[in-house]
């Protein structure tokens, strides 16, 4: 299973998660290959590229969609180049606060930015990111200026605004929540189309004035194209079997996960849609790449 991310993120625990129960199931190892770089696309490239024996899985993010409108030129076609097997899951984003600053919902912070325009810092892992593209998102539908500034990575980005060095962050509901409970930042809306059931008083953006706002890390299943449908057919019973299993489905859900498990054809109708909604963000963000 090739993963384009290092290990311990959320798309290799998923991986690992699901290639342990392709492992009994199959009685023969499945290995993750992590293959991290160039912004998912040093993983996505092998993984194209890779003979269409049914022996190589990729693990398919959001990245892959945003990238086709982000870099200029890749040398895969994420469209042609796979048979995408399935829509495995989502984890929303969640939009956070300094608690110095004086909001204490949406309408307060695009209040705020209008009133301050160009002040407010907006936080995100990386330029290009799916969270600076929610920042862009954001500022595009709520017609505000705040001036957004990349990190390399989560991390850094969390730990400036746990010092007050921007103001704003759109990051992952996953690492970000824990500073929300301690109360050393404060949550104003997750980023996700319905509320997330372990914080089910957290509101969505959506339902705060940004009419149909969502962005959200997802992750698939894709084989190369060129597997026999049979083979492909074959993975796709078998994931739907797992990820119906509690000790695979549980964990990821208590993590802010939703489960999603669709078909071939509702995966790729899906994909359709996430390249013409990144496209827009995208370019409202004036990112460029590569």
């Known amino acids: 299973m090739v993963v384009a991310y290092p290990p311990g993120g959320t798309v290799d625990l998923l991986a690992r998660a699901v290639g342990q129960q392709l492992s009994r199931r199959w009685k023969q190892p499945v290995l993750v290959d992590n293959r991290p770089g160039g912004g998912a696309n040093i993983g996505t490239e092998f993984a194209a590229r890779a003979p269409a024996d049914g022996y190589t899985i990729f693990m398919s993010t959001v990245a892959n969609v945003i990238n086709i409108s982000l870099y200029r030129k890749l040398n895969y076609d994420f469209r042609r180049d796979f048979i995408h097997v399935t829509h495995l899951a989502t984890v929303p984003g969640i939009l956070v606060v300094h608690p110095s600053l004086p909001v204490k919902d949406v309408k307060g912070l695009i209040a705020l930015a209008k009133a301050r325009p160009n002040e407010l810092r907006h936080g995100s892992s990386g330029t290009g990111s799916p969270h600076h593209l929610a920042g862009a998102l954001f500022k595009s539908m709520a017609g505000v200026e705040m001036v957004h500034v990349p990190y390399k990575g989560a991390s850094p980005a969390i730990n400036d605004i746990l010092g007050g060095h921007i103001e704003v962050l759109f990051g992952a509901f996953v690492s970000t929540v824990p ?43 894709a084989l190369p194209a060129g597997t026999p449908k049979d083979i492909a057919a074959k993975l796709h019973r078998e994931l739907m079997q797992i990820i119906s299993l509690p000790e695979v489905r549980d964990p990821f859900i208590a993590q802010g996960a939703e489960w999603i498990g669709s ?18 963000a995208v370019k409202a963000s004036g990112a460029t790449a590569g």
């Not at 078909?263 to 827009?280: L, V, Y």
């Open 179 to 221: 500073h929300v409970k301690t109360s050393r930042l404060r949550a104003l809306g997750v980023t996700s189309i319905k509320r997330v059931p372990v914080a089910p008083d957290l509101p969505t953006l959506d339902e705060q004035g940004l009419s149909g706002f969502e962005t959200a890390s997802w992750f698939g299943v």
């Open 263 to 280: 078909t071939p054809e509702e995966f790729a109708a899906f994909i359709e849609a996430q390249i013409a909604k990144w496209a827009k």
